[in-house]
C-alpha cells in the first residue's frame, strides 16, 4: 500500500511559477510509475505528465509541455511538477497518482493508476 501527499499548490499570477511535491511512503519508490493529473471545476480529471517506472523517461500533455517538468528524487521518495509560465487554464486540483505495474501505453489514463493522492489546488490570476 503507497501513500501519497500532495503540497505546493496556491495562488499565482499568469506567467508565474510553482513547485508542487508529492510524497510517498509505504513501497519502494523507484518501481513505481508516478504521474501528476489536474481537474478543473466542472471537467473531466485530465493527465499532466508522469514518469514511467525504474528510471524510464517522462511524457507530458501537449498543453504542458515546454513549460511543465516532472522529476523524482529517489532518496526522498518524493515526486516534484515545476510549472512556469503558468496559464489562467492551468487551474484546477492537481492529484499525484502512482502504480507499479502500469504499461507504457496506459501511462496517461487516470484508471490505470491504483494509488493516488488527496490533491492540491493551484489557482492561476489573469
Known amino acids: 500500500q503507497v501513500q501519497l501527499e500532495e503540497s505546493g499548490g496556491g495562488l499565482v499570477q499568469a506567467g508565474g511559477s510553482l513547485r508542487l511535491s508529492c510524497a510517498a511512503s509505504g513501497g519502494t519508490f523507484r518501481s513505481y510509475t508516478m504521474g501528476w493529473f489536474r481537474q478543473a471545476p466542472g471537467k473531466e480529471r485530465e493527465f499532466v505528465a508522469a514518469?514511467?517506472?525504474?528510471?524510464?523517461?517522462?511524457y507530458y500533455a501537449d498543453s504542458v509541455k515546454g513549460r511543465f517538468t516532472i522529476s523524482r528524487d529517489n532518496a526522498k521518495n518524493t515526486v516534484y511538477l515545476q510549472m512556469n509560465t503558468l496559464k489562467p487554464e492551468d487551474t484546477g486540483t492537481y492529484y499525484c497518482?502512482?502504480?507499479?505495474?502500469?504499461?507504457?501505453?496506459?501511462?496517461?489514463?487516470?484508471?490505470?493508476?491504483?494509488?493516488w493522492g488527496q490533491g492540491t489546488q493551484v489557482t492561476v490570476s489573469s
Open positions: 497518482a502512482a502504480d507499479s505495474r502500469l504499461i507504457l501505453s496506459s501511462i496517461r489514463s487516470d484508471r490505470e493508476y491504483d494509488y
Open positions: 514518469e514511467f517506472r525504474n528510471y524510464g523517461r517522462s
